[in-house]
């Protein structure tokens, strides 16, 4: 069982350059998201999905696009990197919400670090 | 707009002795409260949460208490151990949002001293 894995590790772009970022989960979760941190700003919520072939819009979206094909997969792209975009990104997911739950603990994988120059 | 916020950027106390991490909220919405640890080069890890509906919230050496009224939680480690070292973040959440979004605070680094 391992959990939630995200690929690469490290990563160096060159400004306009674009990459994927790929998560995966072994847990059967339904929910996925992915957040950035920054220095000084916590975790900010990038997009999130509630289940496979949903995505939606979380604080921080612009300059980045999502899909989840499938249950266990979560990928973030950047088409056009720009410098603003260098951070630390971590992808976490969690069983599903409802009959009278409000909260499920959400698993982080490891990060990837990006820089872009 | 940070609607959950961790005013103290760093905090330093000796093993064995008390350790307090405040976090302050502004949205009434939120009615889940979480806590999690995070240690360099590692993915954040959930240490323990707690709901609107009650003010303490305890595991071990870890205690969550919730002051609804002044929308303010704090995490209390005793006793501190060098171990707890790490970055803590508190995080909050709209349940009926069934979403299981979390907001988190800019976190507290915590140095615990032998």
């Known amino acids: 069982n391992a959990g939630v894995t995200q690929t690469p590790k490290f990563r160096v772009l060159k400004t306009g350059q674009s990459m994927t970022l790929l998560c995966a989960q072994d847990?059967?979760?339904?929910?996925m998201y992915w957040y950035r941190q920054d220095p000084g700003m916590g975790l900010r919520l990038i997009h999130y999905s509630v289940g496979e072939g949903t995505t939606a819009k979380g604080e921080v979206p612009d300059g980045y696009n999502v899909s989840r094909l499938k249950k266990q997969n979560f990928l973030l792209g950047l088409e056009s990197a720009a410098p603003s975009q260098t951070s630390v990104y971590f992808c976490?997911?969690?069983?599903?919400?409802?009959?009278?739950?409000?909260?499920?603990?959400?698993?982080f994988g490891p990060g990837t670090r990006l820089t872009v120059l | 707009d940070q609607q959950v916020k961790q005013n103290s950027p760093s905090l330093s106390v000796q093993e064995g002795r008390i350790s307090i991490l405040n976090c302050d909220y502004t949205n009434s919405m939120f009615d889940y409260f979480l806590w999690y640890k995070k240690y360099p080069a590692e993915g954040p890890t959930f240490l323990i949460s707690i709901s609107s509906i009650k003010d303490k919230n305890e595991d071990g050496r870890f205690t969550v208490f919730l002051n609804k009224s002044a929308k303010h939680l704090s995490l209390h480690i005793v006793p501190s151990q060098p171990g707890d070292s790490a970055v803590y973040f508190c995080?909050?959440?709209?349940?009926?949002?069934?979403?299981?979004?979390?907001?988190f605070g800019q976190g507290t680094t915590l140095q615990v001293k032998p």
């Open positions: 847990m059967n979760h339904e929910y």
């Open positions: 995080a909050a959440s709209v349940g009926s949002s069934n979403t299981g979004k979390l907001i």
């Open positions: 976490a997911s969690s069983y599903a919400l409802g009959s009278g739950r409000i909260y499920n603990e959400q698993f």
